[in-house]
T-cell receptor, first 115, second 111 residues
Framework: EADIYQTPRYLVIGTGKKITLECSQT?????MYWYQQDPGMELHLIHY???????EKGDLSSESTVSRIRTEHFPLTLESARPSHTSQYLC??????????????FGPGTRLTVL | RKEVEQDPGPFNVPEGATVAFNCTYS??????FFWYRQDCRKEPKLLMS???SGNEDGRFTAQLNRASQYISLLIRDSKLSDSATYLC????????????FGTGTRLQVFP
């Protein structure tokens, strides 16, 4: 069982609010990722990090921002939520020394609904 | 055209059946391939990596055809617990830390 946690699991919020989605892992992994997934659709990478103070944008353009001040923590922030941000957000981590080449371990996800 | 394409299904099969899923990828230089499993409203989990020579893990067999840019997953003796969506995943050629996911193929095993 992967030790990667996301909070909140579900969030319903009004337009214009600032929100932060939390992601923490206790596996000591250097690499962390944020994906967005709509129902019935593929996962899209929106942000990733190679380690502390490293953040990169993924393939899908996103208005969100991320930070990596500690190895275990990779929060995602939306400054002003809009209905178009409604989606599931999945956090993942990986380690080169993991059990399978490039295996990524996923958290349970946050389902965000913006009204 | 999507970088990774899969038949979305659903595949409805009885217990004990053998079922095969296919996937194609567009970048011929891709090097790493995987099958992930995603249960309904849950997170994806690695099912198996796909090696060039093909590989087997219990009832699951994965194969790679580089010439046709084609990956397959065979499930033998299907169980009710195999019901899930199976995601074909390719590591980006330009950055192997970036995984490219297919939309998934849904499998429903019935008694």
């Amino acid at each position: 069982e992967a030790d990667i946690y996301q909070t909140p699991r579900y969030l319903v919020i009004g337009t214009g609010k600032k929100i932060t989605l939390e992601c923490s892992q206790t596996m000591g992994h250097d690499k962390m990722y944020w994906y967005q997934q709509d129902p019935g659709m593929e996962l899209h990478l929106i942000h990733y990090s190679y380690g502390v103070n490293s953040t990169e944008k993924g393939d899908l353009s996103s208005e969100s921002t991320v930070s990596r001040i500690r190895t275990e923590h990779f929060p995602l922030t939306l400054e002003s939520a809009r209905p178009s941000h409604t989606s599931q957000y999945l956090c993942a981590s990986s380690d080169l020394a993991g059990s399978a080449y490039n295996e990524q371990f996923f958290g349970p996800g946050t389902r965000l609904t913006v009204l | 055209r999507k970088e990774v394409e899969q038949d979305p299904g659903p595949f409805n099969v009885p217990e004990g059946a053998t079922v095969a899923f296919n996937c194609t990828y567009s970048n011929s230089a891709s090097q790493s391939f995987f099958w992930y499993r995603q249960d309904c409203r849950k997170e994806p989990k690695l099912l198996m990596s796909v090696y060039s020579s093909g590989n087997e893990d219990g009832r699951f067999t994965a194969q790679l055809n580089r010439a046709s840019q084609y990956i397959s997953l065979l499930i033998r003796d299907s169980k009710l617990s195999d019901s899930a969506t199976y995601l074909c995943v390719v590591a980006s050629f330009y950055n192997t830390d970036k995984l490219i996911f297919g939309t998934g193929t849904r499998l429903q095993v019935f008694p």
